[in-house]
T-cell receptor, first 111, second 113 residues
Framework: RKEVEQDPGPFNVPEGATVAFNCTYS??????FFWYRQDCRKEPKLLMS???SGNEDGRFTAQLNRASQYISLLIRDSKLSDSATYLC????????????FGRGTSLIVHP | DAMVIQNPRYQVTQFGKPVTLSCSQT?????MYWYQQKSSQAPKLLFH???????NEADTPDNFQSRRPNTSFCFLDIRSPGLGDAAMYLC????????????FGPGTRLTVT
């Protein structure tokens, strides 16, 4: 299966900081991309989809760069409650319909 | 509320003693998935169903089996759990093949003693 790579971190930032994560994918046929949030010992929950034109939801902005095959997640004005693991997911393409998960990037926001 | 439900939330079993984990969904989604997730790792896909069509990942051990008796329910059977099978088991659904937005249950944390 094609891979999705993420820096596991942890990213340790103060409240109010802006932090960005990148995720690279190897399947050039992937058409759909997502960011999930996973709290410690909980299930992943969809944070946002990543569209070709980018996607913004409040403090969160996701971007797709097809040429370089990466997606990014930007979090502005970090809150303590943003502390979690952020999983990057690439929807399949090229005949497969199984999404591929990255291992996640850990974010710790401290006071 | 429509949701994905997993039971039990915590399961302790003995080495070699069969165990069954269950998942149900009220979303009426066609696709159901079972993942295994260990600490600091990506969820690892074990199986998925598109309707009743069962798909086994090539590297899923034979020790793991699955059943989907109807649209709403899916079971994961571990025939002879080993210590290495201790993990979080996540059930997920998506509406249709090719729709990759997934809805996860809360997971079952399996401990093998």
């Amino acid at each position: 299966r094609k891979e999705v790579e993420q820096d596991p971190g942890p990213f340790n930032v103060p409240e109010g900081a802006t932090v960005a994560f990148n995720c690279t994918y190897s399947n050039s046929a992937s058409q759909s991309f997502f960011w999930y949030r996973q709290d410690c010992r909980k299930e992943p929950k969809l944070l946002m989809s990543v569209y070709s034109s980018g996607n913004e939801d409040g403090r969160f902005t996701a971007q797709l760069n097809r040429a370089s095959q990466y997606i990014s997640l930007l979090i502005r004005d970090s809150k303590l409650s943003d502390s979690a693991t952020y999983l990057c997911v690439a929807g399949a393409g090229g005949g497969s319909y199984i999404p591929t998960f990255g291992r996640g990037t850990s974010l710790i926001v401290h006071p | 509320d429509a949701m994905v439900i997993q039971n039990p939330r915590y399961q302790v079993t003995q080495f070699g003693k069969p165990v069954t984990l269950s998942c149900s969904q009220t979303l009426n989604h066609n696709v159901m998935y079972w993942y295994q997730q260990k600490s600091s790792q990506a969820p690892k896909l074990l199986f998925h169903y598109y309707d009743k069509d069962f798909n086994n990942e090539a590297d899923t051990p034979d020790n793991f089996q699955s059943r989907r008796p109807n649209t709403s329910f899916c079971f994961l059977d571990i025939r002879s759990p080993g210590l290495g099978d201790a993990a979080m088991y996540l059930c997920a659904t998506s509406r249709q093949v090719g729709e990759y937005e997934q809805y996860f249950g809360p997971g079952t944390r399996l401990t093998v003693t």
